[in-house]
C-alpha cells in the first residue's frame, strides 16, 4: 500500500512563493512517479507537474513553465512543488499524485495516477 502526505499550502500575496511537500509510505517501484495536480474553484482537476524516480524526468503545465519547480528526495521519498511568482489564478487545491507504473503519454491525466493525497489549499491574494 501506498499513502501520501501533503503540506506546505498557505495564503499568499501575489507574485510571492510557496513550498509544497508530499511524502509517500509504502512500496514503491523502479517506474514510480510523483507528481501534482489541482482543482481551482468551479474548475476541473489539472495537471501541474510530474517526476520519475528513474530518469529524473520533469514535465510541466504550460500554465506553469519558468515558475514552478518540481524536484525529490529518493531516500526520502518526498517531492517538492517549488511555486514562485504565484498569481491569483494559481489558486487551487493542490493534490499529490503517484503511480507506481509511470507512462509519459499518460502523464496528465489523472486515471494514470494511482494514489492521491487529501490536497492542501493554496490560495493567492492580488
Known amino acids: 500500500q501506498v499513502q501520501l502526505a501533503e503540506s506546505g499550502g498557505g495564503l499568499v500575496q501575489a507574485g510571492d512563493s510557496l513550498r509544497l511537500s508530499c511524502a509517500a509510505s509504502g512500496r514503491t517501484y523502479s517506474s514510480w512517479a510523483m507528481g501534482w495536480f489541482r482543482r481551482a474553484p468551479g474548475k476541473e482537476r489539472e495537471f501541474v507537474s510530474v517526476i520519475t524516480w528513474s530518469s529524473d524526468d520533469t514535465y510541466y503545465a504550460d500554465s506553469v513553465k519558468g515558475r514552478f519547480t518540481i524536484s525529490r528526495d529518493n531516500a526520502k521519498r518526498t517531492v517538492y512543488l517549488q511555486m514562485n511568482s504565484l498569481k491569483p489564478e494559481d489558486t487551487a487545491v493542490y493534490y499529490c499524485?503517484?503511480?507506481?507504473?509511470?507512462?509519459?503519454?499518460?502523464?496528465?491525466?489523472?486515471?494514470?495516477?494511482?494514489?492521491w493525497g487529501q490536497g492542501t489549499q493554496v490560495t493567492v491574494s492580488s
Open positions: 499524485a503517484a503511480t507506481l507504473s509511470f507512462k509519459g503519454w499518460g502523464k496528465s491525466s489523472p486515471t494514470s495516477y494511482n494514489f
